[in-house]
């Protein structure tokens, strides 16, 4: 599993900062992923950049999930320009 959620997250270098993306079920492109879901976005600047990500069943409560990483990445945004 932990390969798995390390290739999602490799992934997610696609997405942009500040953007949130949900990946449901077999979305994943992996059989043994389809009844689980991720929600991530990424945070930072051009020198340091990281994901959060939240991961659960397909049924999760996508309409608290989604503010709250996105809140989360905000925060780390904010945090790493505070230590510059």
Known sequence: QAYRVRHLLEH???????????????????????????VLSRYGDEDAIGTVAVIGPTRMAYDRTIPRVRYVARLMSHLLREVR
């Open 12 to 38: 997610a270098v696609d997405t942009q900062i500040g953007a949130t993306q949900v990946v449901i079920g077999r979305e994943h492109g992996d059989d043994s992923m389809q009844e689980w879901s991720v």
